[in-house]
Structure formats: C-alpha cells, structure tokens
Nanobody, 115 residues
Framework: QVQLVESGGGLVRPGGSLRLSCAPS????????MGWYRQAPGKQRELVAT???????VYADSVKGRFAISGDNAKNSVYLQMNSLEPDDTAVYYC?????????WGKGALVTVSS
C-alpha cells in the first residue's frame, strides 16, 4: 500500500513563505498527476495546484502567481512553494496523487498564516 506523507507546514506571518513537500511511503507508483488540495476551517476542500509528469501545472485562481508546484518524477514527490502567504491561505493542505484511476491522499499538513 502507498501512503503520502506531507511535510513543511507550520506557522508563518502574512507575506511569508513556506515550502510543502509530499513523498510516498510504501509501494511506489509512477503517479500521473500529483498535487495539493486544501481545506480551510468551515470550508470545502479545494484544489490548490496539480502537476503532471509531463510538467503541466494547473493552479487555483486564488493562488496563481503566488504558489509554485514542482515535482521529482524519480522520487514520485511533489512540492509546493508558497509565497506571499495570506491569512486566507490558512488551511490543512493535503497531498494527492493519481495513477491509472486510483487516488491517494496524505493526512494533511496544517499551514497557519497569522501575525
């Protein structure tokens, strides 16, 4: 079984930066798409960014220009560089990976943006 493990969350001041990492633990798959979703308190889980193995990225409008997704195909890992963080970015960020119709999720990493 494969598990996704997020790291890099924490507390940051508005305008600051954080870098999230997601790496698989267990059986390794060659994921077709990896990405990040987030769920803020009282809100639904939403797409943040996704990345294909071919290097095609998609961003939510709310983070476009501030966040950057990248990956390491050899490690089946994905990263999210978050810049110019805002209080509205506060959420639990979940790593997601897809391959051959299968979805895998991490347990989430809390990102808190507060002064």
């Amino acid at each position: 079984q494969v598990q996704l493990v997020e790291s890099g969350g924490g507390l940051v001041r508005p305008g600051g930066s954080l870098r999230l990492s997601c790496a698989p633990s267990g059986r390794t798959f060659n994921f077709n798409i990896m990405g990040w979703y987030r769920q803020a308190p009282g809100k639904q889980r939403e797409l943040v960014a996704t990345l294909t193995t071919g290097g095609i990225s998609v961003y939510a409008d709310s983070v476009k220009g501030r966040f950057a997704i990248s990956g390491d195909n050899a490690k089946n890992s994905v990263y999210l560089q978050m810049n110019s963080l805002e209080p509205d970015d506060t959420a639990v960020y979940y790593c997601n990976a897809k391959t051959r119709g299968l979805n895998f999720w991490g347990k989430g990493a809390l990102v808190t943006v507060s002064s």
